[in-house]
């Protein structure tokens, strides 16, 4: 795990909060806000998860020649 996988799991679980917030007071903005910041942290996760599969995939290669 590094810490853009880290980072982009955190920003979907705020966004989360956001976006229960703003259900509970009926504020359609900030409820769209949030989507875009768990969209945002969706993306940053997946990218870390390439990032991951990437180095794992290098270390395999320079371990197997």
């Known amino acids: ?5 880290i980072a982009g ?9 956001q ?3 703003a259900v509970l007071i009926g504020h ?3 409820q769209r806000a949030a989507y875009r910041r768990q969209t945002q942290g ?10 991951d ?3 794992r995939s290098l270390r ?3 371990a197997s020649t």
């Open 28 to 30: 359609s903005e900030l």
């Open 19 to 21: 976006e229960k917030l």
């Open 42 to 51: 969706r993306i940053t996760h997946a990218v870390g998860e390439a990032q």
């Open 53 to 55: 599969l990437i180095r």
């Open 9 to 17: 799991q955190a920003q979907v679980v705020v966004g989360k909060v």
């Open 1 to 5: 795990m590094n810490r853009n996988m």
């Open 60 to 62: 395999h290669r320079r």
